[in-house]
């Protein structure tokens, strides 16, 4: 692994001298195998930190990552299963749960002790054991203070504030097909306003998207340099690119939740005992002080770590507990429509951005000319084209049934959609393409009422 940076060799130290040491070496590295295979969603940044701090702890050990995303890191686990590797790690809960169900994660008895049963009203680890969570993570706005000020924009708080026209063409989004933490963003709005109402304040928001990027890190580093004035994100990537420099702040909207990151051992292992002392050295208080590297800025789950010095820019969500309060998250519903969420994202967002984005652009403009110049005819169109632009094909009971959720499968590189998953996807694509056309013209149909 490469060097630590002086800044995170001096925050190592500083949580030694503050008694916050990593746990003590065994007494023979014989102990811990030579060799960790991690799979994660993280950045560098992140596991760069704990992987050089793992190996300095067991000398002549070597830790191997794949970096992949949440949805492709879940299928690598499932096709290596006859060689797996040690270690899935990332913020996603129901990520875990799709393993867990699967058989591809084994029961480990941590030792860390003085972390607490829950962080808000979210239990920190699996109750049966199978994953344990590291961070809390909340989901939330961030956005790029010196573009808003440029733009006479003003600082968004709500998800309903990204739906204004104002913010056309400024606001940016990973697909949660490609990114464990936006699905759980999608599924957080979609739990917290009820599936319609969530659908319709997606929909509404994505008419204000410039762009929907492949990996979640894509929204944060286009914010720091001003391709995005807004973005929708975890919380960690507003505070650590804040704590590092950039002009940019984060805000929790109200329906928001507060979930651990976890980290889980995959069935059948080849590396146990590394793979134990890495769960270990994660929750330890050293491993947990180490969240607070300004490039890392994760909310640790042991409560004392917030006296450090380090996380005085950081929420404390054991004392504040208005974060995530409004929304119950049910990581079972969000387990049971996992690929269907993310399918239809992809088909009515993603794919159709350009056509749902111009949609909502001929709604807005209709609804100023309206507001100048009211007229009960025009407002009924435009009430129509915002149903149409504003609804998804598939209800609540229907994408959270079984039978119809077995036919969604994880997309694999070069690997054809099963048949009934591809002619739900064109289904799909075909109902957003036709409402958003219909929603264009009755909105121009109304502006051109409004003389």
Do not use: C
């Not at 720091?224 to 650590?240: A, C, K, L, T, W």
């Amino acid at each position: 692994m490469r060097p630590l940076h002086p800044t995170r060799r001096g925050l190592l130290a500083a949580a030694l001298a503050a008694g916050l040491a990593l746990p003590a070496a065994p007494a023979r590295a014989a102990e811990v195998e030579p060799r960790l295979v991690i799979v994660t969603s993280f950045p560098k940044d992140l596991y760069n930190v704990f992987a050089k701090a793992f190996e300095k702890k067991h000398p002549g050990a070597k830790v191997e990552v794949l970096n992949k995303g949440t949805s492709a890191g879940i299928a690598y686990v499932r096709e290596t299963a006859a060689n797996p590797p040690d270690i899935f790690w990332a913020s996603a809960p129901d990520a875990f749960e799709v393993l867990k169900e699967a058989g591809l994660l084994q029961k480990y008895q941590e030792k860390a002790a003085g972390i607490p049963a829950k962080v808000g009203a979210y239990p920190i680890h699996d109750p049966d054991g199978f994953y344990k969570g590291f961070a809390a993570s909340g989901y939330g706005i961030m956005w790029n203070t010196r573009y808003l000020k440029a733009k006479g924009l003003p600082e968004p708080r709500e998800w309903d504030d990204l739906k204004k026209p104002a913010y056309h063409g400024h606001v940016a989004i990973s697909a949660p097909s490609r990114s464990g933490t936006t699905h759980l963003t999608i599924e957080t709005i979609l739990q917290g306003e009820g599936w319609e109402k969530g659908w319709r304040t997606l929909l509404e928001m994505a008419g204000n998207f410039a762009s929907v990027t492949e990996r979640s890190f894509g929204v944060p580093e286009g914010v720091n340099n001003g391709q995005f004035g807004i973005g929708i994100v975890i919380d960690f990537f507003g505070f650590s690119s804040k704590a590092s420099g950039f002009p940019v702040d984060f805000a929790y909207p109200k329906v928001t939740t507060l979930v651990p990151a976890n980290v889980g051992i995959i069935q059948n292992a080849p590396h146990p005992r590394a793979a134990q002392a890495f769960i270990e050295l994660l929750l330890s208080p050293g491993g947990q002080a180490l969240l607070l590297d300004e490039k890392i800025q994760r909310l640790p789950v042991l409560p004392s770590i917030y006296g450090h010095e380090k996380a005085k820019g950081l929420p404390n969500p054991f004392q504040d507990a208005s974060i995530g309060a409004a929304v119950r998250f049910d990581t079972g519903v969000s387990q049971s429509r996992y690929l269907v969420v993310n399918t239809m994202f992809d088909q009515v967002i993603t794919f159709r951005l350009k056509e749902l984005t111009a949609a909502w652009r001929a709604i807005h403009a209709a609804e100023a000319r309206l507001q100048a110049k009211p007229s009960a005819q025009a407002a009924g169109l435009l009430a129509q084209a915002r149903r149409l632009a504003g609804t998804v094909p598939v209800t609540a009971q229907q994408a959270g049934d079984k039978q119809f959720h077995a036919i969604f499968k994880p997309k694999k590189e070069g690997q054809e959609v099963p048949k009934r998953q591809a002619e739900a996807e064109r289904e799909w694509d075909a109902f957003a393409k036709r409402n958003y056309a219909e929603a264009q013209k009755l909105a121009a149909q109304a502006a051109s009422m409004i003389k």
